[in-house]
């Protein structure tokens, strides 16, 4: 048989969108053929088009074809909320694309159009942090981006004046917030006379400090840790290279209108802590001036972390160690961390303990640390690190903070807002993943042997079995072998009830479960009074001809296993009820007479 290709676009697609399908994978001929299509005269003046894929394809054969065409080198596409403000320059500024943009400008794109949207309902266009932030040029646009080729492109090709002298300023700030020394490079080369202002060299420095490198209005994604971190280290000694200063005289940088409105003022110092890799971004400054704050705590206000609580809370060895010697007078070790949207709070070893490197964890108990310091919730450290599932610190706290009578039995608890350290750990973590699935149950024997009950609920009323698939069935038996227990959940649901929801084909999970014992549970009712019956033909539809849903095969397993369909729920129907209302035709009743 004969295997063709899948047309690059859906079914019913009009003219214009088939010519963006064959244009988005390059299919010169399929393209050439629609467009000899007397239809294509009518093509869309307003909205994206063949041209615009051709851009974001880099299919720059194509994009002169369809110049030569009559396609308009202006006319506005979409942004990725559907907005049309994106001109032909942009896309090209987006996709680092300096040939596309020699093959627009040649054609006469004006570089000038800015991101608007052509409806004027919005002047978001490249970029957005909740709030209006003015309408970006191709120029600023590439800089945003980190498009070194555009940029320089740009800038060898525009007649002088073009970029406008306020775009300058913005373009620095842009390279530098999202870490492009490349794009950061032709900026600074190029930079009108008779130099770059001192408070935006400042501000831009402050900036490449952030870590601020990305965003998700544009659907720019964070760099690999290890990538930013370069880039910000290049980005940093380019701005100091040109006289960039650590310690800015003013009272205040200017306000960047890339930074979100959301994110206050700081000074350098605490972003390089808290985000930097290791010491050679602070050793830059520092060689260039910086000034560190007094170590004393009087000179912090009330809440505010102290240099050595952020780089405990970065997790850097190196940047511990140093500002524990800058502190060391007034060093508290037990500081607490306030709470935020993305920490629990609690002292610095719960921070050591979720970044979970044992020797951090190891130099704070050997500096006075208590392990036994709880945080808002009642957490004690070791379970911030039972929540990171970092084994090596659970064992390496367990013992001190075990053997406290405060915790006569810390396997068993339970914090303020109800979790234990075997819940937090999620022992039943597999992620189609061999070595989470080998980590799961190495840490499922470590609280076994520390007496966890294996068949305690969680704080969502679930135990460990509720939460390993059926068909694994392996792990689940050895669970099982350990001690764990079949049991209802918080709502009274058996491993039974869950196996309704979506039985296996075969029904394999279901005479698993029945080979373990679960058929004690057959009749068993939920909070609800539903039985496995009766939730199984409740959540289930039926269609007349379509045994993809309600399944007579199942109710036959659940029948000969003893299963009682006259059981009243706390509705008052039974699960004949339940199937006649839904026009199930099954004889209940032929169990009665094989009876």
Same mark, same amino acid.
């Given at each position: 048989?004969?295997? /063709?290709?899948?047309?690059?676009?859906?079914?019913?697609?009009?003219?214009?969108?088939?010519?963006?399908?064959?244009?988005?994978?390059?299919?010169?001929?399929?393209?050439?053929?629609?467009?000899?299509?007397?239809?294509?005269?009518?093509?869309?003046?307003?909205?994206? =088009?063949?041209?615009?894929?051709?851009?974001?394809? %880099?299919?720059?054969?194509?994009?002169?074809?369809?110049?030569?065409?009559?396609?308009?080198?202006?006319?506005?596409?979409?942004?990725? /909320?559907?907005?049309? @403000?994106?001109?032909?320059?942009?896309?090209?500024?987006?996709?680092?694309?300096?040939?596309?943009?020699?093959?627009?400008?040649?054609?006469?794109?004006?570089?000038?159009?800015?991101?608007?949207?052509?409806?004027?309902?919005?002047?978001?266009?490249?970029f957005s942090t909740g709030e209006d932030k003015g309408p970006h040029t191709p120029f600023l646009a590439a800089a945003v981006w980190g498009s070194d080729a555009v940029v320089q492109r740009l800038i060898d090709r525009l007649p002088p004046g073009t970029i406008a002298d306020h775009e300058w300023p913005l373009a620095l700030s842009a390279a530098s917030l999202y870490r492009h020394p490349k794009a950061l490079v032709a900026i600074l080369r190029h930079y009108p006379a008779p130099m770059v202002p001192q408070e935006i060299l400042d501000r831009a420095l402050a900036e490449a400090a952030a870590k601020e490198d990305h965003n998700a209005d544009l659907a720019m994604f964070p760099a690999?840790?290890?990538?930013?971190?370069?880039?910000?280290?290049?980005?940093?000694?380019?701005?100091?290279?040109?006289?960039?200063?650590?310690?800015?005289?003013?009272?205040?940088?200017?306000?960047?209108?890339?930074?979100?409105?959301?994110?206050?003022?700081?000074?350098?110092?605490?972003?390089?802590?808290?985000?930097?890799?290791?010491?050679?971004?602070?050793?830059?400054?520092?060689?260039?001036?910086?000034?560190?704050?007094?170590?004393?705590?009087?000179?912090?206000? #009330?809440?505010?972390?102290?240099?050595?609580?952020?780089?405990?809370?970065?997790?850097? $060895?190196?940047?511990?160690?140093?500002?524990?010697?800058?502190?060391?007078?007034?060093?508290?070790?037990?500081?607490?961390?306030?709470?935020?949207?993305?920490? =629990?709070?609690?002292?610095?070893?719960?921070?050591?303990?979720?970044?979970?490197? $044992?020797?951090?964890?190891?130099?704070?108990?050997?500096?006075?640390?208590?392990?036994?310091?709880?945080?808002? %919730?009642?957490?004690?450290?070791?379970?911030?690190?039972?929540?990171?599932?970092?084994?090596?610190? *659970?064992?390496?706290?367990?013992? @001190?903070?075990?053997?406290? #009578?405060?915790?006569?039995?810390?396997?068993?608890?339970?914090?303020?807002?109800?979790?234990?350290?075997?819940?937090?750990?999620?022992?039943?973590?597999?992620?189609?993943? #061999?070595?989470?699935?080998?980590?799961?149950?190495?840490?499922?024997?470590?609280?076994?042997? %520390?007496?966890?009950?294996?068949?305690?609920?969680?704080?969502?009323?679930?135990?460990?079995?509720?939460? *390993?698939?059926?068909?694994?069935?392996?792990?689940? @038996?050895?669970?099982?072998?350990?001690?764990?227990?079949?049991?209802?959940?918080?709502?009274?649901?058996?491993?039974?009830?869950?196996?309704?929801?979506?039985?296996?084909?075969?029904?394999?999970?279901?005479?698993?479960?029945?080979?373990?014992?679960?058929?004690?549970?057959?009749?068993?009712?939920?909070?609800?009074?539903?039985?496995?019956?009766?939730?199984?033909?409740?959540?289930?539809? /039926?269609?007349?001809?379509?045994?993809?849903?309600?399944?007579?095969?199942?109710?036959?397993?659940?029948?000969?296993?003893?299963?009682?369909?006259?059981?009243?729920?706390?509705?008052?129907?039974?699960?004949?009820?339940?199937?006649?209302?839904? %026009?199930?035709?099954?004889?209940?009743?032929?169990?009665?007479?094989?009876?």
């Open positions: 048989m004969a295997c /063709y290709p899948r047309l690059p676009y859906p079914d019913q697609t009009g003219l214009n969108g088939q010519l963006i399908g064959w244009t988005r994978v390059g299919n010169f001929t399929a393209v050439a053929t629609l467009l000899e299509d007397p239809d294509a005269v009518d093509l869309p003046r307003h909205g994206e =088009t063949a041209l615009h894929e051709a851009i974001r394809y %880099k299919r720059l054969d194509l994009l002169r074809y369809l110049i030569g065409r009559g396609f308009d080198v202006n006319q506005k596409g979409p942004d990725a /909320y559907g907005a049309i @403000c994106l001109t032909p320059l942009h896309f090209a500024a987006v996709g680092n694309s300096a040939e596309a943009v020699d093959i627009l400008l040649s054609a006469g794109a004006d570089a000038t159009v800015d991101d608007a949207s052509t409806d004027g309902s919005s002047t978001r266009g490249v690999p840790p290890e990538e930013s971190w370069q880039r910000g280290l290049e980005a940093v000694q380019l701005l100091l290279a040109q006289g960039a200063r650590p310690n800015p005289q003013q009272p205040s940088l200017p306000p960047s209108i890339y930074r979100s409105s959301r994110v206050k003022p700081r000074p350098i110092i605490e972003a390089v802590v808290e985000t930097s890799m290791g010491m050679e971004m602070l050793q830059m400054l520092l060689d260039h001036g910086l000034e560190l704050p007094q170590p004393s705590s009087t000179a912090r206000k #009330p809440g505010e972390p102290s240099l050595f609580a952020r780089a405990v809370h970065n997790g850097n $060895p190196d940047l511990i160690h140093f500002f524990h010697e800058y502190q060391a007078a007034v060093l508290d070790v037990n500081e607490e961390l306030p709470e935020t949207h993305l920490w =629990t709070g609690g002292s610095l070893l719960h921070a050591a303990a979720k970044n979970g490197r $044992p020797e951090t964890v190891q130099f704070l108990l050997n500096h006075g640390a208590d392990p036994l310091q709880m945080n808002g %919730k009642g957490w004690l450290p070791i379970h911030q690190a039972c929540q990171q599932r970092h084994l090596p610190v *659970i064992e390496l706290l367990w013992p @001190c903070s075990s053997s406290s #009578p405060a915790f006569p039995d810390l396997a068993n608890y339970r914090t303020r807002d109800g979790h234990t350290a075997f819940h937090l750990a999620k022992c039943w973590s597999a992620a189609d993943d #061999p070595a989470v699935e080998a980590l799961s149950m190495r840490l499922f024997y470590f609280f076994k042997d %520390k007496g966890a009950d294996l068949s305690s609920l969680n704080t969502h009323g679930k135990s460990i079995l509720h939460y *390993i698939p059926f068909y694994d069935e392996e792990r689940f @038996c050895a669970i099982m072998e350990a001690g764990a227990r079949l049991r209802p959940d918080a709502e009274g649901q058996t491993e039974l009830h869950h196996s309704m929801r979506e039985p296996d084909w075969e029904l394999l999970d279901v005479k698993f479960l029945l080979r373990q014992g679960a058929s004690k549970d057959i009749n068993a009712q939920d909070n609800k009074g539903r039985t496995p019956l009766y939730f199984y033909l409740e959540w289930n539809f /039926y269609v007349p001809g379509d045994e993809q849903q309600m399944r007579a095969e199942v109710v036959d397993l659940l029948m000969e296993a003893g299963a009682d369909a006259d059981i009243p729920a706390a509705s008052g129907k039974t699960a004949r009820d339940v199937a006649k209302a839904k %026009k199930f035709p099954y004889d209940f009743d032929k169990w009665k007479t094989e009876g």
